[in-house]
Structures are given as structure tokens and as C-alpha cells.
């Protein structure tokens, strides 16, 4: 993802459409930052999950990605409950168990593909309800972990491309939206330009 003169946001931004035909249950801001965080709490279980794997199947790499994963879902996951505690004080987080992880090719499709779910249908239609709401919070929470996600599927695509052709190169983690980035090669974040010294290596 390429770095642009300012902040992307949901204005200035075009991929932000949601996919036609959706069968995706849409409600309220407050109904879909719920809904947010269950997926999100998966994801991170399931990614968790596909790490052990991967590393017993003798992909360290591919390991250190779906750890940096896992870890960004539960960036999303914070700021998604930050935002419903203070529209409902009483919410608990819910917790997920770790689903059965397989051949680590096939744990990275199942990664992407529900990577491309979030950017493409879900983050979007979350997006769209929040700006009609006027609840500006929720649109920056919802387009960062929209924009971050799609960097998650491409990384998946990539490491299941080249499953066979591993390198060294570590994982970088944005602190504040979640980004992932591959090698050394980078300043700042392109969805939030917080600086590559705040990023946690994998």
C-alpha cells in the first residue's frame, strides 16, 4: 500500500463500496461495532490458531504473519470496544474458541478470503450507516480497519504465493490501525502515518 500526501479517510477514498447483492445484516452503528468485534474476536482466535500450525508445519514465516494477524485483529478489537463502552456501558466483550487449522495453504485462502469479506462488504456497509448516524468516531474506527484488512488479505495471497519460496524478511505492525508491513522498506503507516519506530516486528 502506498503512502499518499494525506490521511486516507472514507471521503477521500475510493474503494470503499460495498460489494453488490450482500446478504450482510446491517443495523445500527452500535449494532455493527457489536458485530465488528465478534468477527474480529474469530478472526484473531482463528489466526492464533493457524500461527501453532503453521510453525509445526515448518512455516515460520507464514507463522509470524498470522501471529502479526491475530494481533491486529485485537487492535480493531480495542478500538471497536472502545467506542461501545461509551454508548453501552455494560457490554462484554465475547470470547471465540480456536477453530481446527489445516494444511497452512489452505489456513492462508481461509485468511483471505475472509480478509476481502471485511474490506469489501463489511467494513463498507458499517462505514455507510456510521455516516449516516453523523458518528464520525465509528467512520475513522470502521475505514482504518477496512483499509487495514485489505493489506491482511494481500499479505495472506502473497505468502500463499510464495509458500514454497519463503525469505527473512520480518512483519511490521502499526500500534494505532493495524496495518501489517512486509521487509524494512517503509517510514510511516499509509492508513495513519504513525511512525515505523511505534511498529511492532513479527
Sequence with gaps: MKVRETIPTAENSHNMNQMPDSMLVVGTTLDNLKSAILGETGASAKYAAYAKAAREQGYDQIARLFEAT???????????FGLVSEM??????????????????????DGA???????SDMYPAFIKVAQEEGNAKAVQVF????????VHAERYLEAY????????????????CGYIHKGEDFEKCPICFCPKASFRAF
Excluded: M, W
Aim: contains cysteine.
Design 161 to 176: 504465493n510464495d509458500i514454497d519460496a519463503a525469505d527473512d524478511d520480518k512483519f511490521y505492525l502499526c500500534p494505532i
Design 70 to 80: 491475530s494481533a491486529a485483529e485485537q487492535i480493531h478489537i480495542g478500538l471497536e
Design 143 to 150: 475505514t482504518r480497519a477496512k483499509l487495514a484488512e485489505s
Design 88 to 109: 453501552d456501558p455494560d457490554y462484554v466483550k465475547p470470547t471465540a474458541e480456536a477453530p481446527e487449522a489445516h494444511a497452512s495453504d489452505l489456513n492462508l485462502i
Design 113 to 119: 478470503k475472509g480478509e476481502i469479506f471485511e474490506t
